[in-house]
């Protein structure tokens, strides 16, 4: 009994450290913005916005991937009230996108470690990131503050112009803080390239010539509401994080304990 609590101790205990790891994508402590449009622009739903406002902000810590992020925002439609507008900030360590009521509005954030107010994406700004830290991290954590509505949202993950996988999101509102997670499996599987509604909560798996790989990235995309859906949101993200899913760390943690547990049993019978 004393070796099965040590072993089962030594379980726990790495499942604690490895729960205690986590990659930083943007903790959204360096301010940027805010950035406003109020001029309408329906057609700009392609890959990057190309006649809204934002900018580039730098940080001299290790708080941004790429110690770059890039925002932009468009106002697609205003339903012909002039006063209406888009608006996206970072201040007081989180995000906040806002629509008008009755007006539909896109906002994009790039980390591509590039500064570019044009929005181009610079496809390998990162050199070859590698978010997984040697294979112990396998997923993305995206923490949602606030929304007053359903949203839907965009993650792209490039390791090249041709390399690169885009899985679009159907969001419902959150009243309260919660946390989405998207495990990279789902970013380099090519099975799942072109698959529509593969799993709750996702719209569509889309890919280039090839996947993205986690363990070699040059940019990743979030786009909110991309082709603006949605009329009137409030949404306030708090950070953006890599981390190791909880059921990968179960299953470790059972694994080690089968280890150990055949090993006694091979000592008893020695």
Not at 117 to 124: E, L, N, Q, R, V
Not at 164 to 190: K, R
């Amino acid at each position: 009994m004393k070796n099965q609590w040590k072993l089962t101790a030594g379980a726990a205990a790495l499942a604690m450290s490895f729960a205690a790891q986590a990659g930083t994508v943007d903790l959204f402590t360096t301010d940027q913005g805010p950035y406003v449009d109020n001029t309408p622009t329906a057609g700009d739903t392609g890959l990057v916005i190309t006649s809204g406002v934002g900018g580039s902000v730098t940080t001299a810590g290790t708080d941004i991937l790429g110690t770059n992020r890039d925002m932009f925002v468009s106002l697609i439609g205003n339903g012909g009230v002039g006063t209406r507008d888009v608006t996206m900030s970072v201040g007081g360590g989180v995000l906040d996108f806002s629509v008008d009521t009755l007006a539909q509005g896109r906002g994009q954030i790039q980390w591509d470690g590039a500064t570019d107010t044009s929005a181009a994406i610079d496809y390998t700004g990162l050199g070859g990131a590698d978010l997984t830290d040697g294979g112990t991290l396998n997923a993305f954590a995206i923490d949602i503050i606030f929304s007053d509505g359903g949203f839907n949202f965009e993650v792209t993950a490039y390791s090249s112009a041709t390399s690169w996988t885009s899985i679009s999101f159907v969001s419902t509102a959150h009243p309260t803080l919660s946390t989405t997670t998207i495990p990279f499996a789902a970013f380099e599987n090519p099975l799942l390239c072109g698959v529509p509604n593969p799993a709750p909560g996702v719209l569509l798996i889309s890919c280039g010539a090839s996947v993205a790989d986690l363990s070699n990235l040059g940019a990743l995309v979030v786009d909110l509401d991309r082709f603006g859906g949605s009329t009137s949101i409030d949404l306030t993200l708090d950070n953006v994080r890599t981390v190791p899913e909880p059921g990968v760390l179960a299953l470790m943690g059972m694994g080690l304990l089968a280890a150990g547990f055949a090993g006694r049993r091979r000592k008893s019978h020695a």
